[in-house]
């Protein structure tokens, strides 16, 4: 039933859908441009502009990553469309089917994607097996409806009722198309919303094959996004005090010391220097391990250098615990 082409460039998405990204402003550049407020190429150091961005992004300056615009053209079913639609930041202009006939192009979900109703989650599926006969019962529902209420849309098109009227009998697993423009911090939005675990199966699919093409736009404004909100975690007031309440302080004292060896080990990957002026620089942010202990977990992990700004907001954090 229906047509399923994929138009060039675009990922499949379900089992009739797909996304494309049709258009494109700007990308990283444009975002370390924004945020420098100059009018030249931005810096050349990609380095420092990757710092830049991501110092931006953990820090939630957001405008910046407004500057870049994404525009979509995406076929999916009405009811992942009414999940879209409720991102209100973005313009969007969808085929009419007031205008236009409507195509039998229905979604049929794959047996696989049969799951039972959560228990927990009154929004979610269960991940018990559902037995083969009721699966297939279900796809079978579909398959028999959407064939229904086409035949039925079609009677009351040709008996020359308004089509504005006729396509109310049309199930939400219809698809429909649209073009779909937004910013990118707006797509990230979108995106960590829609790509969540307890987001439907149905529209994961989409934020998922959407992040493959913002992550060809922006490479390094994804991966921060990726690093800081997609598997950044946030604690509450209330779980700090739970962390404060149970962690034992020797705990806390060991990723402060890691945060710092860390801060060290940064340093010495930009500016390499002699052993023991390394110890005096560990001091010098606050560690407490012994010159021998210091010594140890060099050897055990000399690369492991991290951000430095991120290290010392780490720090920071740790000590309100
Ligand atoms: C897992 C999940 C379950 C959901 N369940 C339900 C549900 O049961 N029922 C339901 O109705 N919705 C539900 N939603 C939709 C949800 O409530 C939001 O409408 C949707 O995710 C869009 O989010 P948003 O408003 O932040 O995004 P956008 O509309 O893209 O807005 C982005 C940001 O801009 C700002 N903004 C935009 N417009 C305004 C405005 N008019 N006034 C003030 N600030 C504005 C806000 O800060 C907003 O966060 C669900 C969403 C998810 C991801």
């Not at 979900?109 to 049969?114: K, L, N, S, W």
Request: with cysteine; aromatic share 10%.
């Amino acid at each position: 039933m229906g047509s399923s082409e994929i138009p060039a460039g675009a990922v499949k998405c379900l089992d009739k859908g797909f996304i494309r990204l049709v258009d494109s402003m700007g990308g990283d550049a444009a975002i370390v441009q924004a945020a420098r407020v100059s009018y030249g190429k931005g810096t050349t150091k990609v380095s420092r502009d990757r710092a830049l961005i991501r110092y931006l992004m953990r820090h939630h300056h957001s405008t910046p990553f407004e500057m870049v615009e994404l525009k979509f053209h995406a076929k999916m079913p009405i009811f992942v469309a009414r999940q879209w639609v409720r991102h209100r930041t973005a313009n969007i202009n969808e085929y009419s089917l007031r205008y236009s006939e409507a195509v039998d192009d229905f979604y049929i979900p794959r047996p696989e994607d049969v799951h039972f109703q959560s228990t927990v989650n009154k929004q979610g599926r269960e991940v018990i097996e559902v037995p083969t006969e009721l699966r297939e019962k279900t796809v079978a529902y579909f398959e028999e409806m959407s064939q229904r209420s086409f035949a039925m849309y079609n009677e009351l098109n040709e008996a020359g009722i308004a089509r504005e009227l006729a396509r109310a009998v049309l199930p939400v697993n219809i698809y429909t198309q649209w073009y779909w423009k937004n910013d990118l911090h707006n797509t990230f939005h979108f995106l960590r919303l829609r790509m969540d675990q307890h987001a439907q199966y149905e529209i994961r699919v989409y934020a998922e094959a959407m992040a493959s093409m913002v992550k060809e736009v922006a490479p390094i404004a994804f991966e921060a996004f990726e690093d800081y909100i997609l598997n950044g975690m946030y604690f509450s007031r209330l779980d700090q005090e739970i962390f404060s309440q149970n962690l034992p302080e020797r705990v806390i004292d060991d990723l402060h010391e890691d945060a710092i060896y860390r801060i060290v080990a940064g340093l010495n990957a930009n500016k390499p220097r002699e052993e023991n002026e390394l110890y005096d620089l560990y001091k010098k942010e606050g560690g407490q391990d012994s010159e021998a202990d210091f010594s140890i977990k060099r050897i055990a992990a000399p690369e492991s250098a991290g951000n430095i700004f991120e290290m010392r907001e780490l720090k920071e954090k740790l000590k309100m615990i």
